[in-house]
Antibody, heavy 119, light 112 residues
Framework: QVQLVESGGDLVKPGGSLRLSCAAS????????MSWIRQAPGKGLDWISY????????YYADSVRGRFTISRDNAKNSLYLQMDSLRADDTAVYYC????????????WGQGALVTVSS | NFMLTQPHSVSESPGKTVTISCTGS????????VQWYQQRPGSAPTTVIY?????PSGVPDRFSGSIDSSSNSASLTISGLKTEDEADYYC???????????FGGGTKLTVL
């Protein structure tokens, strides 16, 4: 069965960096777009970034462009999110998610990883 | 930028039918598919509708999706409400102009 397991969430100081990972299993990883979506405490869902199956197509939300970098390693069935210059308003649960195409949305979600940015 | 607007909350009694709307800010909401996600308290979201009206396997047929081009809105209808349907529901679509995904603000469904 499809599984997406995030890791790497932590408490980090403002201006710091963190790398999230998402381990995928149960499907042919390279066939799917992967994305990161976050949810600040008590707030709604907020799309961060997506990457195509080959890794050649990448887009970011304005709020993170230039600070966050999405990548994937298809040999390791893994998705990553490198987060730099973190700010307090980046505090959120970060979900990785799978989709067959960018216009059809998400079919599977991970359980989420909590990132807290605080001094 | 393209935005999706949902009611903040809705409530209905068990066994009844409820409809949650999702209105597009500009252009035609029918131009790209709309998805609906359910998020129960303390849990990750799950997909209940994709491609406007398709249900993933395992989602009961009490859940249905539709598009109304005249009002530029999508709707999620849940019939035969159960207490387990109490959750936050989010609509989502693709903004072709900005190559971005857009989520509605979410609707809290209370079944009482």
């Amino acid at each position: 069965q499809v599984q997406l397991v995030e890791s790497g969430g932590d408490l980090v100081k403002p201006g710091g960096s963190l790398r999230l990972s998402c381990a995928a299993s149960g499907f042919i990883f390279s066939d799917y777009y992967m994305s990161w979506i976050r949810q600040a405490p008590g707030k709604g869902l907020d799309w961060i970034s997506y990457i195509s199956g080959s890794g050649t197509t990448i887009y970011y939300a304005d709020s993170v462009r230039g600070r966050f970098t999405i990548s994937r390693d298809n040999a390791k069935n893994s998705l990553y999110l490198q987060m730099d210059s973190l700010r307090a308003d980046d505090t959120a649960v970060y979900y990785c998610a799978r989709s067959i195409g960018i216009v059809v949305g998400i079919d599977y979600w991970g359980q989420g990883a909590l990132v807290t940015v605080s001094s | 930028n393209f935005m999706l607007t949902q009611p903040h909350s809705v409530s209905e009694s068990p066994g009844k039918t409820v409809t949650i709307s999702c209105t597009g800010s500009s252009g035609s909401i029918a131009s790209n598919y709309v998805q609906w996600y359910q998020q129960r308290p303390g849990s990750a979201p799950t997909t209940v509708i994709y491609e406007d009206k398709q249900r993933p396997s395992g989602v009961p047929d009490r859940f249905s999706g539709s598009i109304d081009s005249s009002s530029n809105s999508a709707s999620l209808t849940i019939s035969g409400l159960k207490t387990e349907d109490e959750a936050d529901y989010y609509c989502q679509s693709y903004d072709s102009s900005h190559h971005s995904w857009v989520f509605g603000g979410g609707t809290k469904l209370t079944v009482l």
